[in-house]
């Protein structure tokens, strides 16, 4: 589970570092990157076009087009969406990622290519890619279809299916749709596509539930991949593939779909429509037990990865404390943490992030706070008392907290516990929580106006019982 966080979070900064790059512009820009030039050859190759912008992001423009590259084949494009609050400005991004299945194992020799963005063209020198034999992480393999049972077991024939991942999620706990299209290698009929433009999209607007939110994985073309299932190698041709939330309790129902393909006639070459036929699904949403932040959290499985400039800090001396909240619900519900300073400890935000993007199979969201603390007593001082996250765990089924596991430990002497002295009129206040509030400093001003005031106040007294006491 440590490799799988750390490839995850590693995955998640590949799209943060361009938001960070054009915060302190803060005016649009597009960039084109390669996130990795090493990989295995379970792992698709991918270039990224990153769009940012202070201003709202059109998650459907600017239009782009990736290059189609030799020998390599195009998988599908992902959409990923940040938001990433640095010293008050507020930067959105949108990265578009081309997925690429490599041709081979070994050093794979990629030439110069070009990215059209809108009206500009991103150039990408030519290097050389690094394909491993790779090795599945069984504690991340994901599990197969199963064979529809219409087929008696017969795993010599194609078949489609829209499946889901969880068939009771929790109300806001996602679950992924995926429609596809599987041919056995055995497989002895020449098949083509028939108007995919046409029935797919159509299939799409069927089969999405109105009363989710969507977190679309953004496949533009099918996405081609090599599966087994019991024992025995499919083509899987993947059409369309999202995560959704669900915001009530109401059954989501995903209608049988008729998905009609041309068989080619060995000798005469001839076509004729074949039809394949998906099974209708429910899915039931399960209401959350009775609590206060029920709908106002996340619901999934999350993970706090943390990180500290030091551990052993001065007084006075600013550090940064990094937390990430990772994981597979939806992360736009996340409160920005804005912990009170204290006597001991100060705080202030120094930036926030929220993204989502596909990760493997599911939808991921990531919420990083970047977080300066500047130690005013010394001692040790545990930052799980400070920094706490409440979720609902879809694995027990109960609310859950994601705590700070860091302690640090200060050293020097106390300092004001109040004040920022780094600020020019906090001078005029250094040192005031050590003066004695009896030892009040003479104000000639101040005593004398006291003083005419209290005589004013005796001659007023006097004067009203003159008249009080005048003979009538």
Known sequence: MARFLLLLLLFFSLFSLPVMECAGQVKE?????VPSKAIAVTEPFVISLVFSSP??????????????????????????????????????????????????????????????????TLRI?????????????????????????????????????????VSKPFIGQGFTLKMSFFVPESNPLAL??????????????????????????????????????DGKLFTEYRFFQASYFPLDGRVIRIPALRFRVLKVQAK???????????????IRPVPLPQHP???????????????????????????????SLVGDGNSILWDSKTVDSDYFLDFSTLSTSTSIAPFREKMFGNKTEIIQVIPKQPGKFVLGKYFQWIYFNVKTAKFDTLRSKIEISVEGKSSDN????????AELYRGIEFKDTLDVVWSRWVNWRQVVNLILLGMSSVIVYLVWKRPK
């Open 192 to 229: 083509e596509f028939d108007q995919n433009d046409v029935q797919i999209p159509q299939f799409i607007q069927q089969i999405k539930p109105r009363n989710c939110w969507e977190e679309n994985f953004g496949l533009t073309t099918e996405r081609v991949l090599k599966v087994k299932i």
């Open 293 to 323: 932040l029920s709908g106002r959290v996340p619901v999934g499985n999350f993970q706090l990865i943390e990180k500290i400039t030091t551990l052993k800090p001065s007084t006075g001396q600013p550090i940064k404390y990094t937390a």
């Open 29 to 33: 820009s597009v960039v084109v990157q």
């Open 418 to 425: 109040r004040l920022n002295t780094l600020r020019g009129e």
């Open 55 to 120: 201003n709202t992001l059109n998650e459907q423009s600017p239009a782009y087009r990736f290059p189609d590259i030799p020998t390599f084949k195009k998988q599908g494009i992902s959409r990923s969406k940040s938001a990433n609050m640095v010293n008050g400005q507020l930067i959105q991004s949108l990265t578009f990622s081309q997925y690429y299945e490599v041709p081979s194992i070994g050093n794979v020799a990629v030439p110069s290519v070009e990215v059209e963005a809108g009206q500009q």
């Open 268 to 282: 005469s070459l001839e076509k004729s429509p074949m039809y394949f036929v998906s099974k209708a699904l429910l």
């Open 125 to 165: 020198d030519a290097f050389t890619l690094s394909v491993s034999p790779g090795q599945i992480d069984s504690e991340e393999t994901q599990e197969s279809p199963e064979i529809p049972v219409e087929l008696n077991g017969n795993t010599n024939q194609p078949f489609f299916i829209v499946s889901s991942d």
